[in-house]
């Protein structure tokens, strides 16, 4: 089985940077997803990590520690839009979500 | 290149009636997979399938039910309906990966059930 740890809800300022963090157990590890989910909307793919190290994209990155089942995205420069949900997932099948982090970004 | 497409866009359904959702996959996408999510919570897997079976099922009842064409197509089948099953309906697809799991998964808009 799978076990998906998140913080359930987080709050940034504009402009500012912020880590969500996420620990996971799984049986055989494949890699991990990152997605981004607003109010209302389907999930987007953001990033997959399957190597220890720092992934950057952009002004999102996803760091990932395979002995520590460790992961977090980091979002720089916030804006109001990258307010959502944010979803790690184990890669697998089948691919189990946890329950997310809000983000909240105010001004 | 479309990407998921997944009808309707919302349903209103009373308890006791049947339903049944549709999905399209990305193009050259061979898998499906589908997941309810209530409000607030993560998705959570219903089942997949591939090359048209049932491949991994997830903690849901048997009213749950689905299909896949061989077109790649999928439909999600939930009879009885429980006041519960009022959720957001996603569907998914994406390469089989192998063992390994599923490359990335894109999803589609989802359909919003509502059970009265």
């Known amino acids: 089985g799978q076990n998906i740890d998140q913080p359930t809800e987080m709050t940034a300022t504009e402009g500012a940077i912020v880590q969500i963090n996420c620990t996971y157990q799984t049986s055989g590890f494949n890699g991990l997803f990152w997605y981004q989910q607003h109010a209302g909307e389907a999930p987007t793919f953001l990033s997959y990590?399957?190597?220890?190290g720092l992934e950057e994209k952009g002004r999102f990155s996803s760091f990932l520690s395979r002995s520590k089942g460790y992961s977090y995205l980091l979002l720089k420069e916030l804006q109001m839009k990258d307010s959502a949900s944010y979803l790690c997932a184990p890669r697998n099948t089948p691919l189990v979500f946890g329950k997310g982090t809000r983000l909240s970004v105010i001004a | 290149d479309a990407g998921v497409t997944q009808s309707p866009t919302h349903l209103i359904k009373t308890r006791g009636q049947q339903v049944t959702l549709r999905c399209s996959p990305k193009?050259?996408?061979?898998?499906v997979s589908w997941y309810q999510q209530a409000l607030g919570q993560g998705p959570q897997f219903i089942f997949q399938y591939y090359e048209e079976e049932e491949r991994q099922r997830g903690n849901f009842p048997d009213r749950f039910s689905g299909h896949q064409f061989p077109n790649y197509s999928s439909e999600l089948n939930v009879n009885a309906l429980l006041l519960g099953d009022s959720a957001l309906y996603l569907c998914a697809s994406s390469l089989a990966g192998g063992a390994g799991g599923p490359h990335e998964q894109y999803f589609g808009p989802g359909t919003r059930l509502t059970v009265t």
């Open positions: 193009s050259g996408h061979d898998t």
């Open positions: 990590n399957v190597l220890d």
